[in-house]
T-cell receptor, first 113, second 115 residues
Framework: TQLLEQSPQFLSIQEGENLTVYCNSS?????LQWYRQEPGEGPVLLVT?????EVKKLKRLTFQFGDARKDSSLHITAAQTGDTGLYLC?????????????FGKGTHLIIQP | DTAVSQTPKYLVTQMGNDKSIKCEQN?????MYWYKQDSKKFLKIMFS???????INETVPNRFSPKSPDKAHLNLHINSLELGDSAVYFC??????????????FGPGTRLTVT
């Protein structure tokens, strides 16, 4: 069974600070996806990383896929209160995405004004 | 237009009852899923359904059964509900773009409470 470990589980910081969320596994994933979920809603896809070493930027968010495709990170620069939410990483295993994704347990992020 | 919709949004029922949750997607995707999110927000795949092929997570009790009347719908039927079934259930859909990535589009969730 492939597992994804996310850290930290909870993070509360002041607006304007930077932060990094980590997603680690002992297994290789063909791709990793990051989702953001707000209370009472379903997760929404932020980005997909496919190639080892890949870096993708989405405004103030920077996503990185490890060279060995076992880990990923999400870095937020100058956090804003609107970044508050649950961040989930999810991996596509060797069986392919048609089997569904393996999710990490999430990082609850609170940005305080 | 809502891409993936679920009904009902909230479902409160007693132990032993049978209930269904409906899901519809208007994205033209060929794969649909059911996920369960527990009280700690851990999201776990229950089923995926692609071109009439059902893939079941081995940990899902056989009281849970997905039913797909057509490509745009995947309903979840639950028999003999138990207290431990209380959770938020998410329907999702995806389309294989040829890369094997299958980005998921989630519905708003159904909060099931079993009393």
């Amino acid at each position: 069974t492939q597992l994804l470990e996310q850290s930290p589980q909870f993070l509360s910081i002041q607006e304007g600070e930077n932060l990094t969320v980590y997603c680690n596994s002992s297994s290789v994933f063909s791709s990793l996806q990051w989702y953001r979920q707000e209370p009472g809603e379903g997760p929404v896809l932020l980005v997909t990383v496919v190639t080892g070493g890949e870096v993708k930027k989405l405004k103030r968010l920077t996503f990185q896929f490890g060279d060995a495709r076992k880990d990923s990170s999400l870095h937020i620069t100058a956090a804003q209160t609107g970044d508050t939410g649950l961040y989930l990483c999810a991996g596509v295993g060797p069986g392919g995405g048609a089997d569904g994704l393996t999710f990490g347990k999430g990082t609850h992020l609170i940005i305080q004004p | 237009d809502t891409a993936v919709s679920q009904t009902p949004k909230y479902l409160v029922t007693q132990m032993g009852n049978d209930k269904s949750i409906k899901c519809e997607q208007n994205l033209g995707h060929d794969t649909m899923y059911w996920y369960k999110q527990d009280s700690k927000k851990f999201l776990k795949i229950m089923f995926s359904y692609n071109n009439k092929e059902l893939i079941i997570n081995e940990t899902v009790p056989n009281r849970f059964s997905p039913k797909s009347p057509d490509k745009a719908h995947l309903n979840l039927h639950i028999n003999s509900l138990e207290l431990g079934d209380s959770a938020v259930y998410f329907c999702a859909s995806s389309q294989d773009t040829g890369t094997g990535v299958y980005e998921q589009y989630f519905g708003p969730g159904t909060r099931l409470t079993v009393t």
